[in-house]
Nanobody, 126 residues
Framework: QVQLAQSGGGLVQAGGSLRLSCSPS????????MGWFRQAPGKEREWVAT???????YYSRSAKGRFTISREDAKNTVYLQMNSLKPEDTAVYYC????????????????????WGQGTQVTVSS
């Protein structure tokens, strides 16, 4: 079964930075669309950012200007660099991927992603 293994995360003070990584298990096919979602306590999971191997990088309003999504296609790996973190960024962050290209209008739709990571906690203290 295809799995996405996440690393990074942890506890940081407001204004600090963290980097998340997400890599698939060996032998998995190349992903076109890879993204990050997050779920804060008591809230629904929300989209953060997406990158497509076929082209296009997209950010949610809350992530734009502070977060950077990048990928290393040779390793089928996606990263999320988070700067200027705020307490409201506290959440469990999930990576997600799909082999097929997700259309631009749907990059924020969780149902468009077939493969998911286990989640990693990010806590930002004030």
């Amino acid at each position: 079964q295809v799995q996405l293994a996440q690393s990074g995360g942890g506890l940081v003070q407001a204004g600090g930075s963290l980097r998340l990584s997400c890599s698939p298990s060996e032998g998995t096919p190349r992903y076109d669309t890879m993204g990050w979602f997050r779920q804060a306590p008591g809230k629904e999971r929300e989209w953060v950012a997406t990158t497509r191997r076929s082209g296009g990088i997209y950010y949610s309003r809350s992530a734009k200007g502070r977060f950077t999504i990048s990928r290393e296609d040779a390793k089928n790996t996606v990263y999320l660099q988070m700067n200027s973190l705020k307490p409201e960024d506290t959440a469990v962050y999930y990576c997600a991927a799909n082999i097929i290209r997700v259309i631009t209008s749907a990059v924020g739709d969780q149902q468009m992603y077939r493969y998911w990571g286990q989640g990693t906690q990010v806590t930002v203290s004030s």
